[in-house]
């Protein structure tokens, strides 16, 4: 009997590590995808070269929204705000929105709202889908009809993707009234 509950027990103690580590794993992708938004605003800034930003920090990354209907995988919305500090505030075109706080820092914040990111989950992995804004949602039918948008746009851009792809380019020759057409492939016979 003491055997048995001791082989239950290290089972149990294995299954509560391993569902910890995916969720650890997860939880880690979302902080990485989030970093990733805040490096690409950081570029963008800096492409300014007056520009340097010395120090950033996440301030907020908080599951707002699942929607489990919407797609073949769970989708999640999480609500990112952070701060970016400049060297020098004075340098910064403040365009767009942009706001700092007291400090000096810059705050996510702009004309349309802060970034929700749009996580969409594959099994183990966790995968950025888009931003919306909040400024473009209110509330859950709001967000819900936003993330419909983006994942019709995702479509659509797959789909252009593969037809780009897929296409021929084609030469138009014209020799008197008559206009022949040709693809790369037949000129390289």
Not at 111 to 121: A, F, K, Q, R
Request: glycine share 6%.
């Amino acid at each position: 009997m003491r055997i048995r509950l001791l082989i239950i027990i290290v089972i149990l103690a294995f299954l509560a590590t391993g569902c910890g580590q995916t969720a650890t794993n997860i939880e880690d992708s979302i902080i990485s995808l989030a970093w990733e938004i805040i490096n690409r605003d950081i570029e963008n800034l800096e492409s300014n070269p007056a520009v340097k930003i010395i120090d950033s920090k996440i301030t907020r990354l908080e599951l707002v929204e699942t929607f489990d209907e919407l797609a073949d995988n769970p989708i999640q919305v999480y609500a990112l705000e952070y701060r970016l500090l400049p060297e020098d505030l004075k340098k910064v075109v403040m365009a767009g929105g942009m706001s700092y706080d007291e400090e000096g820092w810059l705050t996510e914040t702009s004309s349309m709202g802060s970034p929700l990111l749009v996580i969409t989950h594959r099994g183990d992995e966790a995968e950025l889908t888009g931003i919306i804004m909040t400024g473009e949602t209110a509330g859950k039918d709001g967000m819900e009809k936003e993330v419909r948008d983006l994942l019709e746009r995702k479509a659509q851009e797959e789909k252009t993707s593969v037809i780009e792809e897929n296409t021929v380019p084609v030469k138009f020759e014209r020799s008197g009234n008559e206009q022949k057409i040709k693809t790369e492939d037949q000129n390289r016979r």
